[in-house]
T-cell receptor
Framework: EAQVTQNPRYLITVTGKKLTVTCSQN?????MSWYRQDPGLGLRQIYY???????DKGDVPEGYKVSRKEKRNFPLILESPSPNQTSLYFC???????????????FGSGTRLTVV | AQRVTQPEKLLSVFKGAPVELKCNYS??????LFWYVQYSRQRLQLLLR??SRESIKGFTADLNKGETSFHLKKPFAQEEDSAMYYC????????????FGTGTQLKVEL
């Protein structure tokens, strides 16, 4: 089954303790992206990658890091989490360059992160 | 910069009533618009794209470039339509980025 897999689904951590949220896709997609979803703010892009070893900042990159060493994986790293990073995080992937014949983003199930 | 506006945070309708979820965008070029749906505690799923001009689950949306709108419509709401709906914009030259609106929670009451 074609899918984007995120782990963990839920995570509670303490301020300053480094964590990694993993994202893996099995569709051979070039493009991968991380979004955070907050009430009243919708989805905001954190980082994206157009292919292996190519990453760039989205709209809200502060406090996050990413890497793209393999095509299928795109982990999100919080080096020193803070309470304002408490949010619901989604990973997404698609083909790139964009092809109008494909169907846009495929999203993961989300990771609900709480930083106390 | 591109922007997507969904003016209603919550829209409550009775079953069988017509539904219209509003979406306006600002972008000077040629946009590509999408509607995504998120059912309770599930991932976002693509509902429809303006270039497809299709009807999915009874929903339709027409791109109106003059009014810069892409409203989502359904003639008769069903209980299973209750969900969060996001309008999204992809811009040419913007890589593959989707810019999302803040979402509208649709609640269909019996």
């Amino acid at each position: 089954e074609a899918q984007v897999t995120q782990n963990p689904r839920y995570l509670i951590t303490v301020t300053g303790k480094k964590l990694t949220v993993t994202c893996s896709q099995n569709m051979n997609h070039e493009y991968m992206s991380w979004y955070r979803q907050d009430p009243g703010l919708g989805l905001r892009q954190i980082y994206y990658s157009m292919n292996v070893e190519v990453t760039d900042k989205g709209d809200v990159p502060e406090g996050y890091k990413v890497s793209r060493k393999e095509k299928r994986n795109f982990p999100l790293i919080l080096e020193s989490p803070s309470p304002n990073q408490t949010s619901l995080y989604f990973c997404a992937s698609s083909f790139y360059p964009y092809d109008r014949r494909n169907y846009g983003y495929t999203f993961g199930s989300g990771t609900r992160l709480t930083v106390v | 910069a591109q922007r997507v506006t969904q003016p209603e945070k919550l829209l409550s309708v009775f079953k069988g009533a017509p539904v219209e979820l509003k979406c306006n965008y600002s972008y000077s070029g040629s946009p590509e618009l999408f509607w995504y749906v998120q059912y309770s505690r599930q991932r976002l799923q693509l509902l429809l794209r303006h270039i497809s001009r299709e009807s999915i689950k009874g929903f339709t949306a027409d791109l109106n470039k003059g009014e810069t709108s892409f409203h989502l419509k359904k003639p008769f709401a069903q209980e299973e339509d209750s969900a969060m709906y996001y309008c999204a914009l992809r811009t040419t030259g913007g890589g593959n980025k989707l810019t999302f609106g803040t979402g509208t929670q649709l609640k269909v009451e019996l």
